[in-house]
């Protein structure tokens, strides 16, 4: 692996993410300071998710036919700039554009980012996603403490410090431009070479797999809305609180991310993700039942375990279509990244029609559903045999 690259385009994942991560811990303020119900709130998610949804699918099949690379760093620097105009602009339209500006940022880089990893990833593909995902789940983890810590400066201090962030990362990334643009073209020689022999593309498999990541996305992402929401406007407890919590749930799922990886180039994608999957339905079904001190440990677990899937349905994605990397990467990157916001808003009208607790058991069930899935892709998939025999196994 470069592991120098590597670390580079995963910081710029932890600065995007830190953003995205910041805007579910606001979801409290723009529903008191423009007086919003549960599903308007999810609404504001589900606007920059569609747009995210859209893009990455389009941007990876572009990527397939043209050079896209320099998006990893316009991506980074529009979301940064979105972000700073959603907090200083007090108007609800202004808002509702930045939020789905921000989502394209977030969209331009996902799917460039994951093709960049896999290109530099050499025979471990696996522990390589691992690297690149850890940044952005660091990212979602550290936000929303950084965000509660520095809103008790007023809104001005978020946008500084998101920003001198973005313009740091900006130019690490513009450092190594040079080197990810040689390492895409020659990747693109290679495969017009080779084309025809690139392996065969799976695209019922991939359906499955697509379907299992939304559910997982909506998972991920209700937790992320509804730690909020539900501790903060429905308890009424200290924003303090929930954002630690939160940042339990996140921070342990970067620890996920980093063990899932290498984990799955040694004994494949599928138990890994099956594992992912099975374990945090009943620790989701207690959140709202247990005492104070059993939250913590529950949260650290299931973020742990609903995370550590995330780099190995990228790779297994890309696996399943060999000879359209672009589009297995956005595919999977659109679904895992761009439908939260269709999850969120269904949960919202759970919480508004039969309370907010309500919210936790429909989060618990989704994982078995997606386990299901996953279990019907087929074991002689090209993904499986090739995990399986791969040099970092041997």
Do not use: C
Not at 10 to 24: E, F, K, N, Q, R
Not at 183 to 192: K, L
Not at 346 to 353: I, K, M, N
């Amino acid at each position: 692996m470069a592991t120098q690259i590597l670390l580079v385009i995963s910081l710029g994942h932890l600065a995007l993410d830190m953003v995205s991560g910041a805007i579910p811990v606001l979801l409290p303020y723009w529903q008191e300071l423009y007086g919003l119900s549960y599903t308007a709130t999810g609404m504001l998610l589900l606007i920059g998710t569609v747009a995210s949804a859209i893009l990455q699918p389009t941007i990876g099949i572009l990527g397939d036919r043209v050079r896209t690379s320099w998006l990893l760093i316009g991506g980074l620097a529009l979301s940064t700039a979105a972000f700073a105009v959603a907090l200083l602009v007090k108007n609800f339209w202004v808002l509702v554009a930045a939020i789905a500006l921000q989502a394209v940022g977030s969209a331009a880089y996902h799917p460039e980012g994951s093709k960049a990893t896999y290109l530099f990833g050499g025979n471990r593909r696996g522990a390589a996603m691992s690297i690149f995902q850890v940044g952005g789940n660091i990212g979602f983890g550290l936000s929303p403490a950084i965000t509660t810590f520095l809103l008790g400066f007023g809104f001005l201090a978020p946008v500084l410090g998101y920003g001198i962030l973005g313009a740091v990362v900006v130019a690490l990334l513009a450092a190594v431009y040079g080197t990810i643009r040689a390492r895409e073209t020659a990747h693109r020689r290679t495969v017009q070479v080779q084309a025809g022999n690139g392996g065969e593309d799976r695209w019922g498999p991939l359906a499955l797999l697509l379907g299992a990541v939304v559910l997982r996305t909506w998972v991920h992402m209700g937790v992320n809305a509804f730690v909020p929401l539900y501790f903060v406007s429905h308890l009424g407890r200290p924003a303090a609180f929930s954002g630690t919590l939160l940042s339990t749930y996140l921070l342990s799922g970067a620890l996920g991310s980093l063990a899932g990886g290498p984990m799955a180039d040694r004994v494949g994608r599928k138990p890994v993700i099956l594992a992912s999957l099975l374990v945090p339905p009943l620790l989701l079904a207690l959140f709202p039942r247990v005492p104070d001190a059993w939250l913590f440990p529950l949260a650290a677990v299931a973020g742990f375990f609903v995370t550590s899937s995330f780099p190995v349905t990228i790779v297994y994605g890309q696996e399943l279509l060999p000879g359209r990397l672009g589009t297995a990467t956005g595919l999977i990157q659109g679904a895992a990244v761009g439908t939260g916001g269709f999850g969120v808003s269904l949960l919202g009208v759970v919480a508004d029609h039969w309370g907010p607790p309500a919210v936790w058991p429909v989060l618990a069930a989704l994982p078995l559903v997606a386990a299901f899935l996953v279990a019907l892709i087929p074991k002689t998939s090209a993904a499986e045999a090739e995990a399986a025999g791969s040099p970092a196994r041997q």
